[in-house]
């Protein structure tokens, strides 16, 4: 493939028959995108295209035919990815033209054109960052500007040599891949998040808002997400801390997933999500939907940006406000990031107990001091003092998680919220990591540690028939 090529030193070879390969074979992920069937999914410009559409046993022949012609005369036409599309839809048009005058075919002008474009897509893909999509090894893929894309393997960052022609061609790209998912980007709205149809997440942001040129972040789906026992194989936490957070989750303790960027948040939360007992109804809200939960009784509710006009908004906030109304057991929010806190808040405190959500914070206290601003912000004259209360009471755990210099991920401390002192909140760590060092290969050396103070909400678990064992919580106990 092109990329395993260039990352392995050899000569590049010409992008467009490397692509045109990946559109024979269409890997799982991103590319399914542009078959026929996602395709009709696509909102907007799709049903005219659909509606036409011949049997897809000869389109699908009749495309692999225009194809093969295509790639065969590539270079005696001086086409490739760079070529602009206006030359290479021409290209397209003039194949299709052959390929149906050796077999007599007849076919209308909307379908032609239909054909065209859909070949134009197939053909292109995603370009340069094609095999690195379809790559099940790299977990997530950053392009920052034209001429520098990084990728996250085995948790760590590396530099590929992976390059865009020029800036024109990257924003191509881009516009390829949010258009497939009924959103667009141009000067007037530089900025799109957006979940792909195979679930990846993706961000972009172009220039002028991009200095350098324009940016993509796509965080690749899993198809196996991680498992609680991955996280314990992979030194995350330990099974202790699982035992016990699993205990927290069956007795309906709202928790908190404090941590970084990328430092494992969204999988955190799915993994405890996976302890909620199969038959509690339970509702999902995220920006962009992430969360894979195993139980059947789920209610996906995503948030919506503003249409083109600037309408139609709907946030997170609405969205919490919304779910009140829906019955739910447990409310589970995929990120808090403003307007929303205080409605969560008040979901936790007035019977949706067991409500999960993940924050964006560097420590237990910085996620507590965030929220709290989040809340003042949203506008509701609430004295300080009211606002930690209802803190105290609706959070009961807090699980800080960071992603180490070697890449690893790690559960660095679980924190009880314990009350109120004074105006003061107060916490106490049951499981904190102490680092120890760095071995030789850069890996952090450390371990998990129980402080040896046993938390408050013992007792509420052992009254809901959890029983923990006594060493749980002891130095040189169970861990
Ligand atoms: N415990 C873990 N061990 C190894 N890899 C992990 C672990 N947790 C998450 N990852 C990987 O790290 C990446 C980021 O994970 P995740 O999306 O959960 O982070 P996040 O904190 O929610 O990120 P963001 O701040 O962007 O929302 C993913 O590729 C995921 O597969
Ligand atoms: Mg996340």
């Not at 996250?152 to 990257?170: C, P, Q, W, Y």
């Not at 948030?303 to 083109?308: L, M």
């Not at 930690?388 to 992603?403: D, G, K, T, Y």
Request: aromatic residues 2%; proline residues 6%.
């Amino acid at each position: 493939m092109f990329l395993r090529n260039r990352l392995k030193g050899e000569p590049p070879v010409p992008a467009m028959p490397a692509t045109s390969n990946a559109a024979a074979a269409p890997h799982p992920g991103m590319r399914q995108e542009s078959s026929p069937e996602n395709r009709a999914a696509t909102p907007s410009k799709m049903p005219v295209r659909q509606a036409s559409r011949p049997p897809m046993d000869s389109q699908t022949e009749l495309k692999s035919k225009v194809h093969r012609l295509l790639v065969e005369n590539m270079r005696s036409q001086n086409l490739d990815e760079t070529s602009s599309p206006d030359t290479i839809k021409e290209a397209i048009r003039h194949g299709l033209e052959q390929v149906l005058a050796d077999e007599n075919r007849l076919l209308s002008r909307v379908e032609r054109d239909r054909l065209v474009e859909d070949l134009y897509d197939d053909m292109l893909g995603l370009g340069p960052i094609e095999p690195l999509l379809a790559d099940d090894s790299v977990s997530e893929v950053m392009v920052n500007g034209p001429h520098s894309v990084y990728i996250e393997r085995n948790g760590r960052i590396e530099k590929t040599d992976v390059t865009f022609s020029d800036g024109a061609h990257l924003i191509r790209v881009i516009d390829r891949i949010v258009s497939r998912v009924g959103r667009r980007i141009d000067e007037s709205s530089p900025m799109c998040d957006a979940r792909l149809q195979n679930g990846s997440r993706v961000n972009a942001i172009i220039p002028p808002l991009a200095i350098d040129g324009a940016a993509l972040t796509i965080r690749k789906f899993r198809k196996d997400p991680l498992k609680v026992d991955s996280l314990v194989e992979y030194g995350s936490l330990t099974d202790p801390m699982a035992s016990f957070l699993k205990g927290c989750v069956e007795a309906r303790l709202n928790v908190l997933i404090s941590g970084g960027t990328g430092s494992g948040k969204t999988t955190l939360l799915n993994v405890l999500s996976s302890f909620i007992p199969s038959n509690e109804r339970l509702i999902t809200i995220e920006d962009a939907a992430e969360l894979q939960l195993q139980q059947d009784h789920v209610i996906r509710l995503e948030t919506r940006p503003a249409n083109v006009e600037g309408a139609g908004r709907v946030d997170q906030a609405e969205l919490v406000r919304n779910s009140l109304r829906m019955r739910p057991d447990r409310i589970i929010l995929g990120e808090i990031r403003g307007g929303e806190a205080l409605a969560m808040l008040q979901a936790m405190n007035t019977g949706h107990e067991g409500s999960l959500a993940t924050i964006h914070a560097n420590t237990t206290r910085d996620a507590l001091a965030r929220l709290e601003t989040m809340v003042l912000m949203a506008g509701m004259d609430l004295p300080l003092r009211a606002i930690r209360e209802q803190m105290a009471s609706a959070i009961n755990l807090i699980l800080q998680i960071e992603r180490s210099t070697d890449g690893g991920r790690r559960v660095t401390s679980i924190t009880e919220v314990v009350g109120m002192e004074g105006d003061i909140l107060q916490l106490q760590d049951i499981y904190t990591y102490v680092r120890e060092g760095v071995d030789e290969n850069g890996r952090l050396v450390g371990a998990h540690r129980p402080t040896g103070i046993r938390p408050k909400c013992a007792d509420q678990l052992r009254l809901k028939g959890i029983p923990l064992p006594v060493d749980l919580f002891q130095i040189g106990g169970w861990a």
